[in-house]
């Protein structure tokens, strides 16, 4: 397998060249540019997860690598198809799984589903030993609703099952809303529904939060901005009456503290972190940073359970997979020529949707993982900072220093191109909104003004606000 990865890598390049913006590194001249050189014009399924065109042979053949790894099936140790390290208890086999073509995940179809490209964290009252959630006793700091169940290649019995932590599925209650035009829209509120607590009750001081897997493009170029950069436009949108902040978090690769960038709350410092934190809370994959099973002291089968290697991720794979993520391309903005769509930006700068969702960051002189990533302009459509976005939107969680009513700011680009990608269009942190439009009327707290400027505008105008969104 992988001396045919390999062995592709020069015909990869050739098709990234085709599919290349063709401006010079850094650049932003072309409206249609929504990464700089990590810029690519491919709108279909893979949009979101091919390589930047501007990776040379070597660098592609590692990237290649790093695809493979996200898409590899993780199993038990005597199965012979995936790689060896799943459980005891996970949520999904795959990367790929939640991140479909690393897009965004998706709510269940159903009542009867259970959820899948979906989390749910859990804590209680109080902080870890670095300031970060504390875990349930009993079922630690995310649900796992699945299981190994004893299962082998020829399905004889190879070992007692490990029980789930719970069923979790979501029911939605309709909520009404309406512009001032008079036109209506019903949106959706999700309620959890948690079923058969194998290891006791929750407790008063419980704390929940539902998440849905978000895309992953672009996260490179994200990482690449400087702090400096951030802190600075925190400090123009406080002089704007907005109060984005960074939240600080625990960096167990460098073992300090460090700005966080990834994950709903910006709990996460950097991708190499967060690949390896996905692992093991989602699918059971241990590795050097995070070696301990999620199997708190009650859960006896799931504490004697061995690994199936030491560790289950590798350190050369964990490095391949991310710099898959580091050298992704971005999908170019479309329809930039459009009236329409010229009249859809002006409206997003005019209704103050521009202060949060920044629409062009800058990375740094230098980066050293990925060195084509320094000095790029791009359009991600984020700050990557904290904001309280209102009671509506809150999980009252704590992480860090983020609230429970805090939120990053998601970057929008790519935004069109979701359901083409994942086959989902699902949007914010719990796939409440099914749209753009429904996304918008959700924002409250310090987004209220951008909510309400939208609500009261014109229908034209509001369609040509979507039709800009839908195209970046």
């Excluded at 590194?25 to 893979?46: C, K």
């Excluded at 329809?335 to 103050?352: H, I, M, S, T």
Aim: with cysteine.
């Amino acid at each position: 397998m992988r001396a045919a990865l390999l062995a592709s890598a020069a015909a990869l390049c050739a098709i990234a060249a085709s599919v290349a913006a063709t401006d010079q590194p850094g650049e932003t001249s072309d409206p249609a540019l929504s990464a700089g050189a990590f810029t690519i014009r491919r709108f279909d399924q893979s949009a979101y997860s091919e390589p930047a065109p501007v990776l040379d042979g070597k660098q592609l053949q590692k990237f290649m690598l790093g695809r493979l790894h996200f898409n590899v099936r993780w199993v038990v140790i005597s199965s012979l198809e995936g790689d060896w390290g799943l459980g005891p208890t996970f949520i999904a086999d795959r990367c790929s799984a939640c991140h479909v073509h690393a897009g965004r995940g998706a709510p269940p179809t159903s009542p009867g589903e259970q959820l899948l490209s979906m989390l749910v964290r859990l804590s209680v009252a109080g902080q870890d030993e670095h300031g970060g959630p504390k875990g349930h006793p009993n079922y630690g700091d995310q649900f796992q609703n699945r299981a190994l169940q004893g299962q082998s290649v020829d399905f004889a019995y190879a070992g007692e099952p490990v029980p789930q932590e719970a069923d979790l599925y979501l029911d939605w209650e309709p909520q009404a809303a309406s512009f001032a035009d008079g036109e209506q829209v019903m949106l959706r509120k999700p309620k959890l529904r948690i079923e058969h607590l194998n290891f006791g009750p929750l407790g008063d001081d419980i704390m929940l939060s539902l998440r849905m897997a978000p895309p992953i493009l672009g996260l490179g170029l994200l990482e690449a901005v400087p702090e400096s950069t951030l802190l600075e436009v925190a400090q123009r949108e406080k002089a704007q009456g907005f109060d984005g902040r960074p939240n600080y978090v625990w960096d167990a690769v460098n073992r300090r503290t460090a700005l966080g960038r990834f994950g709903w709350k910006a709990n996460q410092p950097s991708v190499k972190q967060q690949i390896a934190a996905a692992a093991i809370a989602d699918m059971g994959v241990n590795s050097h940073l995070y070696y301990e099973q999620n199997c708190p002291p009650v859960q006896v089968v799931c504490g004697k359970q061995l690994p199936a290697n030491d560790p289950e991720l590798v350190d050369s794979d964990w490095a391949e997979l991310e710099f898959w993520v580091q050298g992704m391309a971005v999908p170019a903005r479309r329809n930039v020529d459009d009236p329409q769509f010229q009249r859809g930006e002006r409206l997003f700068v005019q209704a103050k949707c521009a202060v949060c969702h920044v629409p062009e960051l800058q990375t740094g002189p230098q980066f050293e993982a990925l060195p084509q990533l320094a000095n790029q302009r791009f359009r991600a459509y984020t700050d990557l900072l904290l904001h309280d976005m209102g009671e509506a939107l809150a999980d009252h969680r704590p992480d860090f220093r983020a609230g429970g009513r805090d939120w990053r700011t998601a970057p929008l680009w790519g935004l069109g191109l979701s359901k083409t990608v994942s086959g989902s269009s699902a949007m914010l942190h719990d796939g409440r909104a099914r749209n753009a439009t429904e996304a918008i009327l959700w924002h409250g707290g310090e987004a209220k003004v951008s909510r309400e400027a939208f609500r009261n505008m014109s229908k034209p105008d509001r369609e040509a606000l979507l039709k800009f969104l839908e195209s970046i």
